[in-house]
């Protein structure tokens, strides 16, 4: 049953309309996957000497102990963002007289044939070989090898859990950002050695200390054992007492706020979550975050430049996704604006999502507000430079953008959905605070000169019921024009 399933995926993927298309690119695509193996394995293989080259004094297997923790918390984000969600495969199976478990079962094995494991095992084993059994010896290996392979099992179903519970509740899409903010504040706050606890428990691994190991074993047959049971309730709609009564009061709880904004507001989690695009916008988003943290931490930048990167920082998310505000939902404009459904709250449901990515891109910059190498009047001006009027700018110059998306289309070298009005409007709102503080700064000193963009600021806040009527107002008009393009 097993080699049936994987056979009729193999089928799935090159009966596929779109797999002719770009055929040649698809190639291309290959041959750099195929290249990119090779220098993982290279880089495994010949680990001990490129370390000794950079660091000739450290032990190459404790200096990479100290980090894997750090590879496996990334791992998890990675799955998280962009692993296939395979119980949708299994969707034309579930009328077959196929037993419920092997259908599990066979979701459960294919979870663990994923990017990060193939490029992370594609690593661990040349670099065991070279640098761990010359030293260690042949039961160290195989104790380690052991350990690593229980964690990776054990993040891979970690990740479908987590993607299983979003789609009971929706509070579980917030635990990307929270768990990437825990682990920074844990480690620059509180300073979490989280080098030297990896550092320990791997080298207890290898050392043949049995108790870590039988740790992990029990930890990877709680987590299927959990995943078994809440696979069963998802992809047969079956529920057991526990997840029937955690369902229903999830559909009484959508229902109670079916006239409030936030029940919009979950499904724009869902479908930044659910989608590929959208992740890959999210993780570079990130990316960039730990790029201007890096650089925050090491230089003094100008003032007027400190002012556009802050401005970039806490919309960075807002400014992103806001682009696109009406082509995320193109595909299915048609049913929305022929439905019951609120444009008013839609839109406002976008700009409270946006808001709290600021304040929790604020709360990321934290400690550097508190070493005082960021000045905070000028991060918080910024943060409300773009609640009062960059988002709604945005919100507004969307309107133009009547190009259609496709949500599951690859995020890198696609620039389907790009609008020149879009980039000029960006521009636009990065240089327009700059060039009013360059004004006052010349009569005022630097408090006031904020002061005043903040009072403005406030007076554009003051009057976002007239911006979002003069959006809607704005989109109405434009609404055939748009579906027109979404259509294409």
């Not at 880089?43 to 004094?57: A, C, K, Q, V």
């Not at 054992?225 to 526990?242: D, H, R, T």
């Not at 000193?445 to 002061?451: E, Y």
């Amino acid at each position: 049953m097993f080699y049936t399933l994987f056979k009729h995926s193999i089928k799935s993927l090159i009966r596929n309309i779109r797999f002719d298309v770009n055929f040649v690119l698809r190639i291309m695509s290959i041959l750099s996957f195929v290249y990119v193996c090779f220098i993982i394995f290279y880089f495994g293989l010949h680990f001990e000497s490129f370390f000794h080259m950079f660091s000739p004094d450290l032990d190459p297997v404790d200096s990479f102990n100290s980090i894997l923790i750090y590879l496996f918390l990334t791992g998890i984000l990675l799955l998280y963002f962009f692993q296939k969600k395979i119980s949708r495969d299994m969707i034309p199976y579930l009328h077959l007289p196929i037993k419920r478990c092997k259908i599990i079962s066979y979701i459960l094995v294919l979870t663990l044939c994923n990017f990060f494991n193939f490029g992370f095992l594609l690593f661990i084993i040349p670099f065991s070989f070279t640098s761990i059994l010359p030293t260690y010896g042949i039961q160290c290996l195989i104790c380690y090898l052991s350990g690593i392979l229980l964690i990776l099992i054990f993040v891979s179903h970690f990740v479908l859990l987590l993607r299983s519970l979003i789609s009971v509740k929706s509070f579980f899409a917030f635990f990307p950002a929270g768990f990437v903010l825990i682990v920074i504040i844990l480690k620059i706050v509180f300073h979490v050695p989280f080098e030297s606890i990896s550092k320990v428990v791997f080298q207890n691994i290898l050392g043949e200390h049995i108790f870590f190991i039988i740790i992990t074993f029990f930890f990877v047959v709680g987590i299927l054992a959990a995943n078994s049971v809440l696979l069963k309730n998802i992809v047969y709609g079956v529920n057991s007492e526990e997840i029937g009564i955690f369902l229903s009061s999830k559909r009484s709880k959508v229902t109670f706020f079916s006239s409030n904004i936030i029940s919009y507001a979950l499904l724009e989690i869902k479908l930044i979550s659910r989608n590929r695009r959208l992740k890959g916008f999210f993780i570079s988003a990130i990316g960039f975050l730990f790029l201007f943290y890096y650089t925050l931490q090491n230089k003094q930048i100008d003032i007027y430049f400190s002012l556009v990167m802050f401005i970039i920082l806490s919309g960075i998310f807002g400014y992103i996704f806001s682009q696109y505000l009406f082509s995320w939902e193109s595909s299915y404009f048609e049913f929305i604006l022929s439905t019951k459904f609120d444009l008013i709250k839609y839109l406002k449901s976008k700009y409270l999502i946006y808001i709290l990515s600021g304040i929790f891109v604020f709360l990321f910059f934290l400690p550097l507000v508190i070493q005082k190498k960021i000045n905070i009047h000028l991060f918080l001006t910024a943060l409300l430079y773009n609640s009062s009027f960059g988002y709604f700018v945005l919100f507004y110059m969307a309107t133009f953008n009547c190009s259609r998306i496709e949500l599951n289309d690859n995020f890198f070298l696609n620039l389907r959905g790009y609008n020149g009005t879009q980039v000029i409007a960006i521009l636009f709102l990065l240089f327009l605070p700059c060039i009013i503080l360059l004004l006052l700064t010349a009569v005022l000193n630097l408090t006031q000169s904020l002061l005043i963009i903040n009072i403005l600021s406030l007076f554009s806040l003051f009057f976002q019921k007239k911006w979002f009527k003069t959006i809607l107002k704005q989109f109405s008009g434009r609404k055939y024009t748009n579906l027109e393009g979404y259509r294409k």
